[in-house]
T-cell receptor, first 112, second 115 residues
Framework: SQKIEQNSEALNIQEGKTATLTCNYT??????LQWYRQDPGRGPVFLLL?????KEKRKERLKVTFDTTLKQSLFHITASQPADSATYLC???????????FGKGTHLIIQP | GAGVSQSPSNKVTEKGKDVELRCDPI?????LYWYRQRLGQGLEFLIY????????KSGLPSDRFSAERTGESVSTLTIQRTQQEDSAVYLC?????????????FGSGTRLTVV
């Protein structure tokens, strides 16, 4: 069955450093991968979508990579700030018309 | 509207009662999704609508759960004879299209507590 793995343990990063989060998937070949941020008590917020033919995508301090050989996406936040502290969810998708399946998310804590 | 609106934001109900949760999507978004998130857990897909049609109802946990959508507007998720295990945050999202090349805009959710 399809499986999405994100580090379930909280990731603690010092302010100003680069935070790197991992999303691994097995038993399918997504054409796209979406990343979301979720703050406590709020719904997820869409951040980025990357296509399988895009090795890398950037948006301000965010950078996402997509390696279809490794079946992995990396999500980087450069010059991290305490306000970046949140849970980050990935959702690999074939691009079809079903509801997205999300990973369980990684809780990121940026310490001042 | 500017965002996805869900109501009520909080609902406490007695076991066995029926509840109705409402979602107002962004105007022009044809696709609408319902998810459930139990405390400390991931998002569990329930159902999606393309227009007022629900092509996939397989995510609904039991026949106590049902959902409707009026045109490309408001949707309601109804839970009959609520059980304690139904306690969770119910999140609604809308998107320009049901194709997964568009990001979702989520509401803030309805926190349901069954006592």
């Amino acid at each position: 069955s399809q499986k999405i793995e994100q580090n379930s343990e909280a990731l603690n990063i010092q302010e100003g450093k680069t935070a790197t989060l991992t999303c691994n998937y097995t038993n399918y070949s997504p054409a796209y991968l979406q990343w979301y941020r979720q703050d406590p008590g709020r719904g997820p917020v869409f951040l980025l979508l990357i296509r399988e033919n895009e090795k890398e995508k950037r948006k301000e301090r965010l950078k996402v990579t997509f390696d279809t050989t490794l079946k992995q996406s990396l999500f980087h936040i450069t010059a991290s700030q305490p306000a970046d502290s949140a849970t980050y969810l990935c959702a690999p998708t074939g691009g079809g018309a079903d509801g997205l399946t999300f990973g369980k998310g990684t809780h990121l804590i940026i310490q001042p | 509207g500017a965002g996805v609106s869900q109501s009520p934001s909080n609902k406490v109900t007695e076991k066995g009662k029926d509840v109705e949760l409402r979602c107002d999507p962004i105007s022009g978004h044809t696709a609408l999704y319902w998810y459930r998130q139990r405390l400390g857990q991931g998002l569990e897909f329930l159902i999606y609508f393309q227009g007022n049609s629900a092509p996939d109802k397989s995510g609904l946990p039991s026949d106590r759960f049902s959902a409707e959508r009026t045109g490309e507007s408001v949707s309601t998720l109804t839970i009959q004879r609520t059980q304690q295990e139904d306690s969770a945050v119910y999140l609604c999202a809308s998107s320009l299209s049901s194709l997964q090349t568009y990001g979702y805009t989520f509401g803030s959710g309805t926190r349901l507590t069954v006592v």
